[in-house]
């Protein structure tokens, strides 16, 4: 089970769009509509900020958007903030095992 | 309102054993999976395992079979993760996290119990 890729780093100015890519394989992304997004910020859990590729949780900002197209899936933010300012994880279900699987994570910078 | 509540923070030496702890309330637990994931220090998110409560189903993510033990107690609406002999290489923060049966989601997290293993 490989980790799921994600850029590094990504950065914005505050108000600005930016999306992170998760690609993955037939086995997980690319077969399943089971792609969640999770925010963390330093030294906090995790909080799951998407879920089944499109779908936020109540109470999460609707600036959060996700999608998905063949085994690539994205999260969009828009109209960014300080605040967003955090570590993005994808997550996708997996036949493999059959469990879950992570995205390598990415940073987010407000500059 | 739904709490998912780890047990603190452990310092122990190489070659003792651990079991630490999950429980959540206000939530459907035994109709329920909960997952581990590992954070060692300064990196991402690792799966270890997963459970199902009702019947203790267990997944282990292969990297980890034979390294943990996850178990629980529907009773009391713990899950736990053990470790026999615990290496330096095992410090990290570990998470627990919850997913309702049909969901394939991770909706609610324990706070992290941090593991610091050191002679």
């Known amino acids: 089970q490989s980790a799921l890729t994600q850029p590094a780093s990504v950065s914005g100015s505050p108000g600005q769009s930016i999306t992170i890519f998760c690609t993955g394989t037939?086995?997980?992304?690319?077969?399943?509509?089971?792609v969640s997004w999770l925010q963390q910020h330093p030294g906090k859990a995790p909080k799951l900020i998407i879920y089944?590729?499109?779908y936020r949780p109540s109470g999460v900002s609707h600036r959060f958007s996700g999608s998905k197209s063949g085994n690539t899936a994205s999260l969009i933010i828009s109209g960014l903030q300080a605040e967003d300012e955090a570590d993005y994880y994808c997550?996708?279900?997996?036949?493999?095992?059959?469990?879950?699987?992570f995205g390598t994570g990415t940073t987010v910078t407000v500059l | 309102e739904v709490q998912v509540v780890q047990s603190g923070a452990e310092v122990k030496k190489p070659g003792e054993s651990l079991k630490i702890s999950c429980q959540s309330s206000?939530?459907?637990?035994?109709?329920?999976?909960i997952g581990w994931v590992r954070q060692l220090p300064g990196q991402g998110l690792e799966w270890m395992g997963i459970?199902?409560?009702?019947?203790?189903?267990?997944y282990y993510r292969p990297s980890f079979q034979g390294q943990v033990t996850i178990s629980a107690d529907r009773s009391i609406s713990t899950a736990y993760l053990h470790w026999d002999s615990l290496q330096a290489s095992d410090t990290a923060i570990y998470f627990c996290?919850?997913?309702?049966?049909?969901?394939?989601?991770?909706?609610?997290w324990g706070q992290g119990t941090l593991l610091t293993v050191s002679s």
């Open positions: 996290a919850t997913a309702m049966d049909g969901n394939f989601y991770w909706d609610y």
């Open positions: 206000g939530y459907s637990f035994s109709t329920s999976w």
């Open positions: 459970i199902h409560l009702r019947d203790s189903l267990t």
């Open positions: 037939n086995s997980d992304v690319g077969r399943y509509d089971f």
């Open positions: 089944d590729v499109t």
């Open positions: 997550c996708s279900y997996t036949r493999s095992g059959p469990t879950y699987v």
